[in-house]
């Protein structure tokens, strides 16, 4: 089985030229050498706002790289006001199960303890950044 590639700006193209001739996902699909599925998920989640199929290869290329860009980080702490809040109470030796309690947002512990993981082993020196 061929591992997994990103949809180029190419095959993009490819597919934008397959709806406008009217052709089926899988019509598409067999020219690229690719899954139906993987077509059929790229025209959907590129879709214009009113949820027709207007598929802009350039477009849908973009928001790729952008999601691309930001595959595996994820942001424990959402806000500035609860990292904040988090912050303060962890400085005054309050646990994560009293700061979830109490949090203005909710929050779990376990996402306080992913924060505070993540704080000090990308830091490496083994507190809770300023910043």
Request: with cysteine; proline share 3%; charged share 30%.
């Amino acid at each position: 089985m061929q591992k997994y590639k990103q949809l180029s700006i190419e095959e993009r193209e490819a597919i934008q030229i397959g709806i406008w001739q009217k052709k089926s996902i899988r019509q598409i699909a067999k020219e690229l050498k690719r899954c139906p599925s993987s077509i059929a998920r790229e025209i959907n989640k590129n879709r214009d706002s009113l949820e027709r199929i207007r598929y802009n290869p350039r477009i849908a290329h973009e928001k790729a790289i952008i999601n691309r860009s930001h595959r595996g980080r994820r942001l424990r702490l959402k806000s500035d006001l609860l990292r904040q809040y988090v912050k303060d109470h962890l400085r005054l030796g309050w646990s994560p199960e009293q700061i979830a309690a109490t949090a203005p947002e909710k929050i779990s512990r376990v996402a306080i303890y992913q924060y505070i993981y993540s704080q000090v082993y990308r830091k490496g020196w083994g507190h809770i950044s300023q910043g």
